[in-house]
């Protein structure tokens, strides 16, 4: 893996300022300006003065974790077809947020069951939002599309979401993953 700007200017300045001639010095970077502010809205330096920059420590940087999956989540709920949570969004909706399941801290996946018929329409409208459906991606926001002929759903606070009941049967037929979970199901 290569370095990125960030880990250069991290090393070079730490939380030192620096200038943008500096880093046209230091990378060869002929658009400072563009490169630097493209980093200031990451999050990772912050101006401090005209064509002045420091990098930000990692605890003064933002967490756009929850910024991004709560982006997938409303493009998920806004899409046009209907759909419901299924696998541990049902779970973490039905015990309202007490059990989560999350493969590490920088990656989330939402299980939707969708219909049959809507499936390919789903795949594009992921895809055009720049959304993964492929269970290699390690870290960021993954959609696990769960087809079905026929679409049974409750709403909790306004969200499409299976059955108590079927709940119950997933965290059942998978305790390794949802061990304990039952106990925490509310009404």
Do not use: Q
């Not at 200038?19 to 010095?25: I, L, Q, S």
């Not at 101006?47 to 409303?74: A, M, Q």
């Not at 779970?91 to 018929?117: C, I, M, Q």
């Not at 679409?151 to 061990?179: D, F, Q």
Request: proline share 4%.
């Amino acid at each position: 893996m290569g370095m990125t700007y960030a880990d250069v200017l991290t090393y070079a300045f730490g939380e030192d300022e620096f200038t943008t001639k500096e880093v046209t010095e230091l990378t060869g970077n002929s658009r400072p300006g563009k490169l630097l502010s493209e980093l200031k809205f990451r999050g990772i330096v912050e101006r401090v003065g005209h064509g002045t920059y420091r990098c930000l420590k990692i605890e003064d940087r933002p967490d756009f974790r929850k910024t991004e999956w709560n982006r997938v989540s409303r493009l998920l709920l806004n899409a046009p077809w209907p759909k419901a949570w299924t696998g541990s969004n049902a779970v973490e909706l039905w015990t309202n947020g007490k059990y989560r399941v999350y493969p590490n801290a920088f990656a989330h996946t939402f299980d939707l069951v969708v219909l049959t018929s809507d499936h390919n329409n789903w795949v594009d409208y992921l895809k055009s939002h720049g959304i993964s459906t492929r269970g290699s991606k390690s870290i960021g926001a993954y959609v696990e599309l769960h087809p079905a002929d026929k679409l049974e759903y409750v709403e909790i606070e306004g969200e499409p979401v299976i059955s108590k009941e079927m709940t119950i049967k997933l965290i059942r037929e998978h305790p390794g993953i949802y061990a304990g979970a039952e106990d925490l199901i509310e009404d």
